[in-house]
């Protein structure tokens, strides 16, 4: 039985089910598109820079483009800007089915595309984590949260398989049908309807760059996001697995697809847990704990030389990182009015960008220097180290006891 049948008081919300499964189909079918798109790409050039080329040019645009793409999310209509950036995704993925079809995709327009992409998603990111709390009431939120997460995780899991499957017919094929759902999604997004809140202000640098400064003067905010950033800087080691992989648990391409899979299967089994079970005291001392274990799961792996001890840690590690993303993403939002969430969630997506790019880059810069086991296991030690400092640094979080609201009713 699915997730949502087991949760009758969420069916209750026909916007957040409509959301979640456009959430769903339309991140299904941008893996399913990514696995395509580096393919093509690979097969049209056979250079490796290339495929680094199109994973930058669709970083840059975001990170220039998500704050202001906060203040959007903040003045306009979420649903609707979520449903464009869904639609111009299935303008790119028709671009690519008409222009392999007739065989005039280039490399530079792939770089083209990959810009749009970035673009999209920067507009996306905020927007999509800004309407959840409009669409459910505040005492169902980390449960919409934790089922939003459920639903991305397997999508992630099954996208990425399902996208090198349907390749075999042809990139043509996979194009086609990720034009598909994601005009599903697009549709299904339209119809997504909430009580808005609004921004009275125009767009300005001010505006633009509200959303810093709110975090930064809420203590609680500013250490729940820092420490998503320095977790995932510090613990990250997914640009590693191909060596562990190889060198150390000597396994071939199927083994690395499995070690690749187990964070997602940890946290989507937590993620199903927390609908049923969400976390009701103590969520702060919870989040650190989950946070440190996710340390001791890295420094696990870094030490293993057993390919199924490998892969239960990084489950181990992906179930805790469920636990920090669902109370983090709670927290945001019931500490943030709903005027200022989009600016929020864009300096929150800012931050996520920021770990996952960085963290990789640290990784592969710490393993040249000092080996591929060190890297992850000074990097699992860091971890653990950064939530032990941050119930020193951040004592609000650390006591917070309850996920409910302690704002004011309203923002000025």
Request: proline share 4%.
């Amino acid at each position: 039985m699915s997730p949502i049948a087991n949760e009758e008081s969420l069916r209750a919300y026909p916007s957040f089910i409509r959301y979640w499964f456009s959430r769903v189909i339309s991140t299904l079918a941008n893996q399913m598109l990514m696995v395509a798109l580096a393919w093509q790409m690979y097969d049209l050039t056979s250079s490796a820079w290339d495929l680094g080329l199109v994973g930058l040019l669709q970083f840059i645009p975001a990170l220039i483009m998500t704050l202001p793409a906060g203040h959007f999310a903040d003045r306009f209509h979420r649903g609707h800007i979520i449903s464009l950036c869904i639609l111009s995704q299935a303008v790119v993925a028709a671009v690519l089915w008409w222009g392999t079809a007739q065989a005039w995709v280039t490399r530079d327009l792939i770089f083209a595309l990959s810009v749009v992409l970035g673009t999209a998603r920067a507009f996306q990111m905020p927007a999509q984590q800004a309407i959840a709390p409009a669409l459910v009431k505040e005492s169902l939120l980390q449960k919409a949260i934790a089922l939003s997460s459920s639903g991305m995780q397997v999508a992630i899991i099954g996208g990425p398989a399902l996208g090198g499957i349907i390749y075999t017919a042809g990139a043509t094929a996979v194009y086609g049908t990720c034009t598909a759902l994601l005009m599903i999604g697009f549709a299904l997004m339209l119809t997504v309807k909430y009580a808005r809140k609004r921004t009275q202000q125009g767009m300005s640098w001010e505006s633009v760059m509200a959303g810093i400064g709110f975090v930064w003067q809420h203590k609680i905010l500013l250490g729940a996001i820092s420490l998503d950033l320095f977790a995932v800087l510090l613990g990250g080691a997914t640009a590693l697995l191909p060596i562990f992989a190889r060198d150390i648990l000597h396994v071939g391409p199927e083994g690395l697809g499995v070690l690749r899979a187990a964070p997602a299967v940890g946290a989507l089994a937590v993620s199903l847990a927390l609908i049923r079970w969400p976390l009701r005291r103590k969520v702060g001392y919870k989040l650190l704990g989950s946070v440190g274990i996710f340390g001791i799961g890295m420094v696990v792996f870094g030490l293993s030389t057993s390919f199924w001890l490998s892969v239960v840690s990084l489950a181990i590690t992906g179930a805790a990182d469920s636990i920090s993303v669902v109370t983090r993403l709670t927290l945001m939002q019931l500490e943030t009015p709903d005027e200022m969430r989009g600016r929020v969630s864009a300096v929150n997506s800012i931050f996520i960008g920021a770990s996952n790019q960085l963290g990789e880059f640290e990784s592969g810069a710490t393993a040249a220097l000092m080996g591929p086991v060190a890297s992850v296991v000074v990097g699992g030690i860091g971890t653990i180290a950064v939530a032990l400092a941050w119930i020193r640094l951040f004592p609000s979080l650390a006591k917070r006891d309850e996920l409910a609201p302690t704002r004011p009713a309203s923002a000025t």
